[in-house]
């Protein structure tokens, strides 16, 4: 008696999970669909050539995780926040992280990512962010430059550039300071970045 009734106990503890699973792999498949529309060619055909060798060096603190979350947070902005566009995320980044390697997801990020600019639609990859904000093609940013555009990738609320030039300043020396202190760069090339104006492109000043 107490063997079936454990039975049907267990029955019925199956029943919902594998309708919750199946529910989870229906809103999964339909997640990879709308994924393949938005990314296209996908990552594989992102181009990070040319960028200087400092982004490439600080971007091994992301995990291919960590990246599949910061292009999910492109395809569902944060500030959409209901209940629905944060499973969206979720699932976005969770099929990213599966389906292509760190070095596609990075390539993909730094091709792609977008960087506000005033008045305008936001500017793609850090190819357009370098030309847009300093006047000059990736691979002439000077290394506080570049540690900049890759900590606005990752937090686009932080201060800009052409916005708030003297907070970024600050911003940029601080990480750079980090760098520093990690071993990344060394004293000296720390206190020559630092020191540097920050030139902006076309009609914006230096700022120092």
Do not use: C
């Not at 529309?37 to 200087?52: K, N, Q, V, W, Y």
């Not at 997801?105 to 506000?116: E, G, I, K, S, V």
């Not at 550039?161 to 970024?168: F, L, N």
């Amino acid at each position: 008696m107490m063997a079936g009734i454990r039975v049907r106990s267990i029955f019925w503890v199956l029943i919902p999970a594998a309708a919750v699973a199946g529910i989870i792999a229906v809103v999964l498949t339909r997640y990879a669909r709308e994924l393949d529309r938005l990314i296209g060619d996908g990552p594989e055909g992102a181009a990070a050539a040319g960028l200087p060798p400092i982004l490439h060096r600080v971007a091994d603190s992301l995990s291919a995780t960590d990246l599949a979350g910061l292009l999910a947070r492109q395809f569902v902005p944060p500030d959409r926040s209901d209940l629905s566009s944060g499973f969206k995320r979720t699932g976005y980044a969770l099929l990213m992280a599966r389906k292509y390697e760190k070095e596609s997801l990075l390539a993909f990020f730094f091709d792609r990512t977008p960087f506000p600019f005033p008045r305008k639609t936001p500017v793609p990859g850090f190819e357009g962010a370098a030309r847009a904000y300093f006047g000059v093609p990736p691979a002439r940013m000077t290394a506080g430059e570049a540690v900049l555009l890759f900590h606005l990738a990752r937090f686009p609320d932080a201060p800009a550039p052409v916005t708030d030039p003297e907070r970024a300043i600050e911003l940029r020396n601080r990480l750079l300071r980090d760098l520093m202190n990690d071993g990344t760069i060394s004293a000296a090339q720390y206190r020559s970045e630092s020191g540097r104006p920050l030139i902006l492109s076309g009609s914006h000043p230096a700022v120092w």
